[in-house]
């Protein structure tokens, strides 16, 4: 999936840059930006230069600035064909194949590859498991006895075993490895010894010829002593002062500067030649002593050379799970280094796999039982974590196929179980459980139902709160949760009814929404009256059509209300009343039929007090405010309550008075004005 996702990042990063310029086919004249402002990193064009005009994308907002390309290239939608079309395609693709491979990660085993081939292949007979531990047994009894070659015999027999693979063969070749470096040692030991022989010979040589130089330089001496001679200064004249010591040079220069040597110049000359003896001596027993301490370290860096490469060995077998080579290789270790005590890490090591030897040779008989008992659930636990610890083990390649098939089955079935849950398939995993637990008397089977329980549980309660969303108009919400109840149980049975009522309502909805704007623009609303109750839920949270829908029901009740009144006073004869009622609610909606036939059926009933009424305000509408006033106050007459007769008088009463005290007053005050200017001329 790694390598997927780089593949998808590197295609987005590919088609970006022709994406943002293919898309943006001009639908006007370009418009120049503003100048760009510099920009330090140089990512993107140069300081001061100006961002090139960039023409309208028809689908969305074109960048205004390089900064904003990514953002449209992931909002803006590509056009079909271009490159960004095609990357988002890919993507789709690259996308669907993911989902795919993570859909068949589970139909992959949860059985390791080497457990799996352990459990289907084939038992080995109970006679060469038995024969092959009684051998290992008496290498080790042979190690402890410190009979190596036997033991190493052994392990050479031990390695022609099938599941040995050759391990044995191998320790038994380090074994005659150091072997043969102790051979090695053997043979330096015995060189060393000669060299010591060597170096007290040259030593009891060094004594003999110093001696035999000490004595030569006595009797030097003494001839010189009685030829007179001292401490000369070596120019022949005898006369020594005692301070020099010319005794060196004196053997080599002739008595008196003569040409030939002096008779005393002999003894002085085999004094030399013995000094020169006695250097070659003492450096031949130096050289014996350097060739011993050399082969003595050479000896000791073998020795550790070989104890480091063995103790590796035997944590490479520790580590490979060969135990009963472990803790033989520990054994000889002891023997062959002749260590009373092993080094640690080698002594856990030894321990460790001593353990796990008795442990799997117990739990292989522990298994046998379970098996028989159908308990696989156990059965199985002690045979992974055996075959885990200690996969080399020979009696477990002792355990019959058949038996083994089963905890392979038992495996298999558990991971159908789980690729169940994962997928949510419910239905299938109750079957599932139920012959598993049948089948195995051991598996519980309380939390993978406990599981179920609470993801179903969970299903009805996204589903519950998926309708109540929905009855509340929170359609968002609604789908969100009718989502949530589908990925928690897919095959929910309830979840197929209910988003299918779900939609089904939604689209009775969008059709009553539809029929509920033609029912506003016709002014139909006896029909917006008669079905308010599904075209409330339509326009639910919809505030325009809410305040319409308001409005057309109250004009169908001001009007039923005006009509139940009517017939109320038609019932009580009151035809003048009647006919009034229902002239008023057809001020407020002149368009409703049932107004205007139940009016004009009332006016043949009260047609005097109608025409009375008709003709006031004909005659109020012309301007003629004294001949309405007479007419209204004759349908008075007729019918003293009638609202619209006393509301008429009351206005032109009113509109009479108020016009005459507007004249009153205007005649006054220009009587006062006349009397102001009398005064004024007056004085």
Same mark, same amino acid.
């Given at each position: ?78 056009? +079909?064909?271009?490159?960004? /079309?095609?990357? &988002?395609?890919? *993507? =789709?693709? $690259?996308?669907?194949?993911?989902? #795919? ?55 050479? +027999?031990?390695?022609?075993? /099938?599941?040995? &693979?050759?391990? *044995? =063969?191998? $320790?038994?070749?380090?074994?005659? #490895? ?506």
């Amino acid at each position: 999936m790694r390598s997927f996702g780089s593949f998808l990042r590197a295609s987005i990063c590919c088609v970006a840059a022709p994406v943002i310029h293919a898309q943006q086919v001009p639908a006007a004249p370009p418009t120049p930006t503003p100048a760009a402002p510099a920009n330090p990193g140089g990512a993107v064009g140069r300081p001061g230069e100006q961002a090139p005009a960039t023409p309208a994308a028809p689908n969305a907002t074109p960048p205004k600035t390089d900064s904003q390309a990514l953002e449209y290239f992931y909002n803006g939608k590509p056009k +079909e064909g271009t490159a960004g /079309s095609k990357a &988002a395609l890919l *993507s =789709e693709l $690259l996308g669907d194949k993911a989902k #795919a491979l993570d859909a068949l990660a589970g139909v992959g085993s949860m059985i390791p590859p080497g457990f799996e081939a352990y459990l289907n292949s084939e038992e080995s007979e109970a006679l060469l498991i038995e024969t092959y531990e009684s051998s290992y047994d008496k290498a080790v009894d042979l190690v402890r006895k410190r009979q190596v070659g036997p033991a190493v015999e052994i392990l050479i +027999e031990l390695s022609e075993y /099938s599941w040995d &693979a050759a391990t *044995s =063969e191998q $320790l038994a070749n380090r074994v005659l #490895a150091i072997w043969d470096m102790r051979r090695n040692q053997k043979d330096l030991t015995a060189l060393n010894e000669r060299l010591r022989e060597k170096a007290r010979s040259a030593a009891h040589n060094f004594d003999q010829e110093s001696n035999d130089v000490v004595k030569k330089m006595r009797e030097n001496d003494r001839r010189r002593a009685r030829n007179g001679g001292g401490g000369g200064n070596g120019n022949g004249n005898g006369n020594g002062n005692g301070n020099g010591d010319d005794r060196g040079n004196s053997a080599f220069v002739p008595a008196g500067g003569g040409g030939g040597l002096a008779p005393s110049a002999t003894p002085m000359v085999d004094a030399v030649v013995g000094k020169m003896e006695l250097t070659e001596e003492y450096l031949r027993g130096l050289e014996a002593r350097a060739s011993i301490k050399l082969n003595e370290v050479q000896m000791k860096e073998a020795e550790n050379k070989a104890r480091k490469d063995f103790a590796g060995f035997i944590r490479v077998l520790h580590e490979k799970q060969w135990h009963h080579q472990t803790k033989l290789a520990a054994d000889f270790y002891r023997v062959l280094f002749g260590d009373g005590d092993l080094p640690v890490e080698v002594a856990q090591m030894a321990s460790t796999s001593g353990e796990m030897i008795q442990r799997v040779r117990g739990n292989v008989k522990v298994f046998e039982f379970q098996s028989g008992q159908s308990n696989y659930s156990s059965a199985t636990k002690i045979l992974q974590e055996d075959f885990a610890s200690a996969p080399n083990h020979p009696v477990l390649r002792g355990i019959k196929r058949v038996e083994k098939l089963k905890v392979a089955d038992y495996l298999t079935r558990l991971q159908k179980i789980q690729n169940l849950i994962e997928a949510r398939d419910f239905g299938n995993l109750d079957e599932l459980l139920q012959k598993l637990t049948n089948d195995v008397k051991d598996f519980d089977a309380t939390k993978p139902r406990a599981l179920v329980r609470a993801v179903k549980r969970e299903s009805q309660m996204r589903l519950g709160m998926a309708k109540l969303a929905a009855q509340q108009g929170d359609l968002e919400k609604a789908l969100a949760e009718f989502k949530s109840a589908s990925e928690a149980w897919p095959d929910n049975p309830d979840l197929e009814t209910a988003s299918e009522t779900f939609f089904k309502t939604q689209d009775v909805l969008n059709k009553s929404t539809v029929e509920f704007d033609r029912a506003v623009r016709e002014a139909n609303y006896r029909h917006i009256f008669d079905k308010s109750i599904e075209y409330g839920a339509a326009v639910k949270g919809d505030g325009d059509r809410e305040k319409q829908l308001r409005l057309a029901l109250e004009k169908v009740r001001d009007a039923e209300t005006a009509l139940e009144k009517a017939k109320l006073f038609e019932q009580n004869g009151d035809a003048f009343g009647a006919w009034e009622t229902l002239e008023l609610a057809a001020k407020k909606w002149p368009e409703d039929s049932n107004l205007n036939r139940r009016r004009a059926d009332l006016a043949m009933q009260a047609s005097e007090f109608v025409s009375k009424i008709s003709k006031g305000t004909k005659e109020e509408a012309s301007g003629n405010h004294g001949v309405a006033l007479t007419y209204y106050l004759n349908a008075r007459a007729d019918y003293p309550p009638s609202t619209m007769a006393n509301e008429s008088i009351k206005r032109l009463g009113d509109r009479i008075l108020g016009r005459r005290q507007a004249v009153r007053a205007k005649g006054e005050t220009t009587e006062n004005s006349a009397e102001e200017r009398a005064e004024t001329s007056g004085n």
